[in-house]
């Protein structure tokens, strides 16, 4: 019994000293899973934070077309309103500055017309 009992002491006594050896191994483990775990947690938490903006972008989205939708059809009027008066203006004033225009044009072909006659002299001589 007592050499029974000295054997389970020394396996003890053994099992004890491999444990301390080993003990760098298992903290070095033991930061490994850690630092695994904080990482895993902080991605977590940003896939969490993406997926709450997300959510509130489309359920802002929603609120925002009825809206949009009923503004456009508050202005629908007053473009047609708009564009009804804007277009006989504009057709006046094109019919006012068209002569200038045409004028405008005749000249300067006709400059272009006597710039052409000097160059071909000047090449002629």
Do not use: C, H, Y
Not at 59 to 81: H, R
Request: charged content about 20%.
């Amino acid at each position: 019994m007592k050499s029974s009992l000295i054997a389970v002491i020394v396996v003890l006594a053994l099992a004890q000293g491999t444990l301390a050896a080993e003990s760098p191994e298992l903290q070095k483990m033991t930061d490994f899973f850690e630092s695994m775990r904080t990482e895993l947690m902080a991605t977590v938490n940003k896939v969490s934070e993406a997926i709450q903006s997300q959510t509130l972008v489309q359920g802002g989205q929603a609120q925002m077309d009825p809206l949009v939708a009923q503004i456009k059809e508050s202005f629908a009027p007053l473009a047609t309103a708009i564009q009804e008066k804007v277009t006989p203006l504009t057709d006046q004033l094109q019919q006012r500055i068209q002569p200038f225009v045409t004028e405008f044009q005749q000249e300067l072909e006709s400059s272009v017309s006597k710039m052409m006659e000097k160059v071909q002299k000047l090449t002629v001589e």
